[in-house]
């Protein structure tokens, strides 16, 4: 017998420490079910216990956070599946498990919503409440690890995710490619002890990403963890990406102006990339500083932005910094000594040369792959792609790519100096577990923040 998926609109309301349930049938609301909630069990929060008595009762599976609660029935022949938005005013909750009346009371339309006569008390409270998506979004939890390259970010945020039962979003903009593993650092599957990663190994090297793109398929990544109960973990080192999630920067305000930029894109072939960065230190200094050279696409982004608007994407940026978090957001940043970074990310070159980096470019030229492409504008790929081709030699290309490296850790640091509300994590290599005492930090700030309990 083919599976029948039933949607069944239903409600549960916790008020004055007793729980209510009911499911509608064809236009009535029936069968209501009564819990005596409040009886904990040892070691058990009074929301476990809500959660368990309604598993006991009714026998379905829950999944649930703040915002958002999945109930699942199975029987022989057909599966139930009742989504549910979660507001909660006080010590009194509601869920409305159907999604029209979700998105109704998400847009804060809340006389569109179809309520029940004992919904009405809760209404009343409702009513005060913002529950746009904005102030929903502001609500949820987002916890932010980053900082300069090679500093150890990835086997943190792996210890942190495990203990806060997160998932990990990658703010890394060259990790989404396939085949793209030695030069971008990627962490491997066997490697992430069972954390779920996103925004890993999901474009070919062919494909666009920007800032854009990086910010919609993240921010869907964040509602997709949420909605199931976990803490998204946004980890990486690249600033304006993490910059475009926090305060949700509306990037359709921008319109493209494509006969500027193709004849930006032709004086950068002409004069090259160097020259073309010169101009634009001579237009907007500050954005000079945070975008390299080898970085053509960005270099060209910002003097378009100048040339359209007369104003430096350095004072955009900035005032994209001063609005509120889209989250509410716990933004950690992880560095170390200075000289002390710089040897990680020379021996952390070293070993991508031992690992086969040269053979990894080659395979991705051989597959078609072109430097003009944004995947192979990373540092590493760049350099690599010139030994190749013969324009330079082995040992150039690798103190090239040490120096190019070092010189974008700085250009991190500087970023993250300018961002307002992050929490400074200073490692000390020569301590005992240096990252378990940055984690005892950690977790003591997210409590604080009520991010965790």
Not at 239 to 250: E, N, R
Not at 251 to 276: N, Q, T, Y
Not at 387 to 410: M, N, S
């Amino acid at each position: 017998m083919p599976e029948k998926r039933i949607h069944v609109a239903a409600a549960i309301i916790i008020q004055d420490g007793k729980v209510f349930a009911t499911q509608r049938g064809y236009g009535e609301y029936k069968d209501w079910w009564e819990f005596p909630g409040g009886k904990t069990e040892p070691g058990e929060s009074s929301r476990e216990a809500l959660i368990r008595e309604i598993r006991e009762e009714l026998d379905v599976q829950i999944t649930i956070n703040r915002y958002y609660m999945t109930v699942e029935y199975d029987y022989p022949g057909f599966h139930l599946s009742m989504d549910t938005f979660l507001c909660s005013i006080g010590d009194s909750h509601l869920h409305l498990l159907e999604h029209e009346d979700a998105r109704w009371l998400a847009a804060g339309e809340l006389d569109q919503v179809r309520w029940l006569p004992a919904d009405q008390e809760i209404l009343q409270k409702l009513r005060k409440e913002d529950l746009s998506e904005e102030a929903v979004r502001k609500r949820s939890p987002l916890v932010i690890l980053t900082g300069p390259t090679a500093v150890g970010k990835t086997s943190l945020s792996i210890r942190l995710a495990r203990m806060i039962d997160a998932e990990i979003v990658s703010a890394d903009s060259m990790q989404v490619y396939r085949g793209m593993d030695i030069g971008t650092a990627k962490i491997m599957p066997d490697e992430m002890e069972g954390v779920p990663h996103h925004l890993i190994d999901v474009l070919d090297p062919s494909d666009p990403f920007d800032v854009v793109r990086f910010k919609r398929m993240a921010s869907d990544a964040i509602l997709d963890i949420l909605r199931r109960g976990k803490i998204p973990l946004l980890t990486g080192g690249t600033g304006f990406y993490i910059q475009s999630v926090l305060y949700d920067i509306a990037f359709s305000e921008e319109k493209e102006d494509p006969e500027l930029r193709k004849a930006l894109e032709h004086l950068a072939g002409e004069i090259g990339p160097e020259k073309l960065h010169d101009l634009l230190r001579e237009k907007d200094p500050e954005s000079a500083e945070v975008i390299p050279a080898g970085n053509v696409k960005r270099v060209i982004r910002a003097l378009e932005y100048y040339e359209k608007n007369g104003t430096k994407i350095s004072e955009h940026n900035r005032e994209q910094r001063m609005r509120d978090s889209a989250y509410h957001a716990a933004y950690f940043v992880l560095t170390e000594e200075r000289n002390r970074i710089y040897e990680r990310i020379n021996r952390r070159v070293d070993r991508m040369m031992e690992d086969g980096l040269i053979d990894e470019v080659r395979r991705l030229k051989e597959a078609g792959c072109t430097q003009e492409m944004v995947s192979m504008q990373g540092i590493g790929y760049r350099q690599v792609f010139d030994y190749l081709e013969g324009r330079a030699g082995l040992e150039e290309t690798v103190d090239r790519i040490k120096q190019e490296t070092r010189h974008f850790a700085k250009r991190q640091l500087t970023w993250f100096r300018r961002e307002k509300n992050v929490i400074w994590l200073e490692r000390d290599p020569d301590l005992e577990d240096p990252d378990g005492r940055i984690l005892v930090q950690m977790m003591e700030v997210l409590k604080t923040m009520g991010i965790i309990s």
